[in-house]
Each structure stands twice: as structure tokens, then as C-alpha cells.
């Protein structure tokens, strides 16, 4: 299959730009809500691009994640890999759920990678975060149709431009 | 790979190879926790890529470089001639208690000449500024932007005009994360102010800016609204820093200690710039012997009676 050059750019810019977002700071009332930009962003390629992300280039865009935060290294690499697993092995019914049905379904695979975190830091030993630490999933649901359309609209551009 | 198949293939072929490539990738992940927890390989890794971490960051920091840039463009004149006027005062009002405390601390110096105290309070401080960057909800850290190349070091103390803010856990060339006193896993010596009960204050593990004192004696002379410094003890906070104040006093759940939460003093969330301590005045460790008193030991005398005097 023959990418034009155009959707590799866009492909790698859009993972690119995950990492400094996912960093950005932002007022602290909205600290919060601030999506796992790089989930969201990966969970659109597994759905329209499989060919390009398998559960190799997850582990290894969350190794980079882990790099970047200093947390814990194999952190965000093993939580990619259980939500790629999942966005992979469902890819042909998510596909074709309606955009309301696929915000609660990011909503779930958000909500399990946060107790997945969860699992992790406990076995670390860091004590219970705050209520507020299920805000995320939420707010990534939410922006799930936002980032979606923006996505399918950069593609379709590039291909009548290509084409 | 074997997913690009789907079309052709039947449904759940490649089910099975799909599970057995997440469980490798998961056992490689797990492996890897371990052995960053146990051995904190990460920042080893981080050391050898500061080069990449360190723009990302920067780039990261940007936009809010940009808001803050464009705040002080946009501010009105007369707020900022009236911000100007407020700074001048308090400028004022500083230097002359400032002018104040040097004397105090002439008369101190010559009083611990007298008393052969030997440690001062000599500070090296260095101003750093935050690069604004979020790492993480888990750990509360910051990051500043001066680095080994600037001679900051892991175990530095940082502090605030308002109060102690944390402690310098890792270095990059440029960059440097600080761990913030509010951090659950940090826990730091304190001393109560009023009545200088010493005492450790660990970050709230509630999640929020708040610091628990978990293990108050019951009997101690603790109230709400007491000052909390630091005691000096364990060799990284100079004594006599402000750390917070008591908000809440309860017994913990065992019932043998009172548990307190204090708000930290520092403005943990909002503070544009902050000092870096150099140096760590109080040897770590029990004081030296003190000199013993009595004649010298070459006047001791005809030989009946002989002393030993130790020598420090």
C-alpha cells in the first residue's frame, strides 16, 4: 500500500505534537481534565490505520512518554499496549459505532487504562490520588470527537490534494 | 504485521498471535518497572537524552512563556506604575528590616564568637526560574531551568520568598526537577515554631497542597494556626525556613498520636522564581566533642597523677 508522503507527515507530526501537549501546563482548576492526548491520538490510527500501529510502535511511543515524564519507565508503554490490544482487537465494530457510542467506548478504554495506572502505582507503593484523578477519562471522551473529525478532515484535505 | 491482513483473512486468525505479542510487550514492560523502580534506571536514560528531553520541555513551556509575555504587554500602564509604587514599599519595608537583621546579626556573630558556636548561617543561594511544564499527576514536581552545567546538584534545597518548596531530585544539563514538599513519598523535619517541638511533615496524600504531620505526641502543645519551620535536622533544609502553618488538629487512627495538616507557606502552584541553596550548613551527624577543660597536658606534672587529655 503507497502512502503519499503527505500522511506520513501527518502521521508522525500527530504523534509529535502529543508529547509537548501532554506536558503543557495549564491552570491548575484545569489540571485535571487535561486528556491523555497521546491515547487519543493512537486509538485514531489503530481504528483507520492498523497497518501502521501495532502494539510494536505503542510500546514504543510510550517508552518515549515514560522517557520524557521521568516517572516510571514501561509506564505509559505497558498502558498503550493493553488499550492498543483492546482498540485492535475491537477495531471492526468500533469502526462503525456512531460517534456517540464511540466517545463512551473511548470513555471506557480511558477509564480502564486510569485503573490500570492505578494497579501500577499500588504496586509502587504510592498512596490513593485525588478524586479528581478520574476527570481525565471524562474529558478525554469528550474531546474523542473533536480529535476524530479534525483527523478525518486533515485526511481527506490531503487526499483530494494528492489526488 | 499481522493486523493489515484483516480484510482477508479469516476473523479470529490472528487473535492468538495478537494476545502472545501483548503479553511479550507486557512482560517487558513490567520487567522494565521493577527494575526502574528498584534501580532507577530512568534517569540514567534521561541523562544520556538530555539533549532530546530538554527542548521538548522548553517547547513544551512555550505557550505559557507566550501567555505570561503577553499578560505583562497587554497590562495597563497605570496598573503597572501602581504595581510598580506597591514593589517600591515593600522594597522599603524590607531593606529597613533587612538593615535591622544585619545588626541582629552582627550581635549574633559576636555572641556565638562568644559562646564557640561553630556553625553559621551562611547562604549560597542561586535564582532559577520554572519551566512550566506538567509531569504527571502522580508526583508533585517541578522543573527549573538551571542544570548540572549551572553547579545545581541532587539534595539541593528550594525555596521560595514565602517559604521552603522542595528538593532537587534529579539533573539534566539544563533542566532539573525539584520535588515538591507536598510530594506524599517526601517527608521533611520541622520544628514547631512556638514551641520548637521537632516534629516530620510528609506531603498530604490526600493529593491536594496540604502536609501532614502524622506523629504529634498526644500530650504536645500543638494548636491551629502554629508556625511550622524547619528543624535543621537530616542535612538538606537549613534550619529556621518557614514550611507551612497547622490548619487541623485530629488523632490519628490509632489513637496513640495527634495528626495535623498544615498548608505550606511557599506558594507551591504559582511561584515564577525561586532560590537554590548551596550550601548545607549543619554537618550531618552528632556535634564534635567539645574541648576539654582543665591545665595542659605537658603541665601535668611530676608523674603521681596523669591525665589524658583526649585531643579532638
Do not use: R, S
Given at each position: 500500500m503507497s502512502r503519499a508522503p503527505?500522511?506520513?507527515?501527518?502521521?508522525?507530526l500527530s504523534l509529535a505534537i502529543c508529547f509537548p501537549l501532554q506536558m503543557m501546563p495549564l491552570?491548575?482548576?484545569l489540571l485535571p481534565f487535561k486528556p491523555f492526548w497521546l491515547a487519543l491520538v493512537l486509538i485514531y490510527w489503530a481504528l483507520e490505520a492498523p497497518e501502521r500501529v501495532g502494539l510494536g510502535m505503542m510500546f514504543v511511543f510510550g517508552l518515549i512518554g515514560d522517557v520524557l515524564t521521568g516517572d516510571l519507565l514501561g509506564e505509559q508503554a505497558s498502558r498503550l499496549c493493553v488499550l492498543g490490544f483492546i482498540v485492535l482487537r475491537f477495531r471492526p465494530r468500533l469502526r462503525f459505532f456512531p460517534m456517540w457510542q464511540q466517545s463512551l467506548a473511548v470513555l471506557a478504554l480511558l477509564l480502564n487504562d486510569r485503573i490500570f495506572l492505578l494497579m501500577i502505582h499500588a504496586f509502587a507503593g504510592d498512596p490513593l490520588p485525588a478524586p479528581s484523578f478520574w476527570l481525565a477519562p471524562i474529558a478525554g471522551a469528550l474531546a474523542w470527537p473533536w480529535v476524530f473529525l479534525l483527523f478525518d478532515d486533515l485526511r481527506a484535505r490531503l487526499r483530494t490534494h494528492d489526488g | 504485521m499481522a493486523i493489515a491482513r484483516n480484510e482477508t483473512s479469516p476473523l479470529f486468525a490472528d487473535s492468538a498471535f495478537g494476545t502472545l505479542k501483548l503479553i511479550v510487550y507486557l512482560t517487558v514492560a513490567i520487567v522494565m518497572m521493577i527494575a526502574d523502580h528498584r534501580g532507577g534506571y530512568i534517569a540514567r536514560v534521561r541523562a544520556g537524552l538530555s539533549a532530546v528531553i530538554e527542548p521538548v520541555y522548553r517547547i513544551a513551556a512555550l505557550p505559557a512563556l507566550i501567555g505570561n509575555d503577553a499578560r505583562i504587554v497587554l497590562t495597563d500602564r497605570s496598573k503597572l506604575v501602581e504595581q510598580n509604587a506597591d514593589l517600591g514599599r515593600r522594597l522599603m519595608l524590607a531593606e529597613a528590616t533587612l538593615n535591622r537583621y544585619a545588626s541582629v546579626q552582627e550581635q549574633n556573630q559576636r555572641l556565638q564568637r562568644l559562646l564557640d558556636v561553630q556553625r553559621s548561617l551562611g547562604l549560597g543561594a542561586q535564582l532559577a526560574r520554572l519551566v512550566e511544564v506538567d509531569p504527571g499527576p502522580f508526583h508533585r514536581r517541578i522543573v527549573l531551568n538551571v542544570g548540572s552545567d549551572d553547579r545545581v546538584g541532587v539534595g539541593?534545597?528550594?525555596?521560595?520568598?514565602?517559604?521552603?518548596?522542595?528538593?532537587?531530585?534529579?539533573t539534566l544539563p539544563h533542566t532539573s526537577t525539584v520535588m515538591l514538599i507536598t510530594n506524599p513519598s517526601q517527608a521533611i523535619p520541622v520544628a514547631i515554631e512556638r514551641t520548637g517541638l521537632r516534629t516530620i511533615a510528609r506531603g498530604g496524600s490526600g493529593g491536594g497542597d496540604t502536609l501532614e504531620l502524622p506523629t504529634i505526641p498526644i500530650s504536645a502543645d500543638v494548636k491551629v494556626g502554629d508556625r511550622l519551620i524547619t528543624s535543621g535536622l537530616g542535612g538538606v533544609y537549613p534550619a529556621g525556613f518557614p514550611v507551612g502553618e497547622i490548619r487541623t488538629i485530629s488523632n490519628d487512627a490509632t489513637g496513640l498520636f495527634a495528626a495535623a495538616v498544615a498548608i505550606p507557606s511557599a506558594s507551591l502552584d504559582r511561584s515564577g522564581e525561586v532560590l537554590v541553596l548551596h550550601e548545607i550548613i549543619d554537618s550531618i551527624g552528632p556535634p564534635d566533642l567539645a574541648a576539654p577543660y582543665g591545665p595542659p597536658a605537658d603541665l601535668a606534672g611530676d608523674g603521681t597523677t596523669t591525665v589524658k587529655v583526649p585531643k579532638p
Open positions: 503527505a500522511h506520513n507527515a501527518l502521521f508522525w491552570p491548575p482548576a | 539541593q534545597a528550594v525555596i521560595d520568598a514565602t517559604g521552603v518548596m522542595g528538593e532537587i531530585v534529579e
